[in-house]
Nanobody, 115 residues
């Protein structure tokens, strides 16, 4: 079984920073792509950033300036550095990994940005 566990979510004030972490464990043969998505209350889950096996990254236009995605030396780890956080960044952040053409998701970690 493949499991993804996110951590690092917290309550922060606007302008602050957070770094989210994701660890993938279980029966992992090959991770083709990893990424972060988020879902605010009552809204659709949207992709924030992705990191491909080839090392390329892709960001949502709305967060590219302040967010940075990276992958650990241990390739089952993923990070999201979030700077200059805004109240509109408040959401549950999910880590996902594509393994053998199937997407696996974590339970999410709550990020709350206050005024």
């Amino acid at each position: 079984q493949v499991q993804l566990v996110e951590s690092g979510g917290d309550l922060v004030q606007a302008g602050g920073s957070l770094k989210l972490s994701c660890v993938v464990s279980g029966s992992i043969f090959s991770i083709n792509r990893m990424g972060w998505s988020r879902q605010a209350p009552g809204e659709q889950r949207d992709v924030v950033a992705t990191f491909t096996n080839g090392g390329s990254t892709d960001y949502s236009y709305s967060v590219k300036g302040g967010f940075t995605i990276s992958r650990g030396v241990a390739k089952n780890t993923l990070y999201l550095q979030m700077n200059s956080l805004r109240t509109e960044d408040t959401a549950v952040y999910f880590c996902n990994a594509r393994i053998l053409d199937h997407d696996y998701w974590g339970q999410g970690t709550q990020v709350t940005v206050s005024s």
